[in-house]
């Protein structure tokens, strides 16, 4: 098994601002840098609570996997 990590983060080292703003990354996702090219090779995908709750608030869904399926425990 194998696993990677796909992570846009600001300068100083954070995935999201402390009140969970992205306003550091580029609209639309800037320049091509490799996104689409990783997850052609994902089988499975694992996120956060925090993580799906703000991606349901974009326009699209940016995460297309062989099967996507919600778990919660």
């Known amino acids: 098994?194998?696993?990677s990590i796909f992570i846009g983060t600001s300068l100083d080292g954070f995935i999201?601002?402390?009140?969970?703003?992205?306003d550091f990354l580029p609209p639309g996702g800037g320049e091509p840098h490799?996104?689409?090219?990783?997850?052609a090779t994902v089988d499975?995908?694992?996120i956060?609570?925090?993580?799906?709750?703000t991606v349901l608030?974009?326009?699209a869904?940016?995460?297309?996997?062989?099967?996507?399926?919600?778990?919660s425990t």
């Open 44 to 46: 499975a995908l694992v």
């Open 48 to 53: 956060g609570r925090k993580t799906f709750e």
């Open 34 to 39: 490799g996104y689409d090219e990783f997850m």
């Open 57 to 59: 608030a974009f326009e």
């Open 61 to 71: 869904w940016p995460y297309v996997v062989a099967a996507d399926r919600a778990e």
């Open 1 to 3: 098994m194998k696993a």
């Open 16 to 22: 999201a601002r402390s009140n969970g703003d992205l």
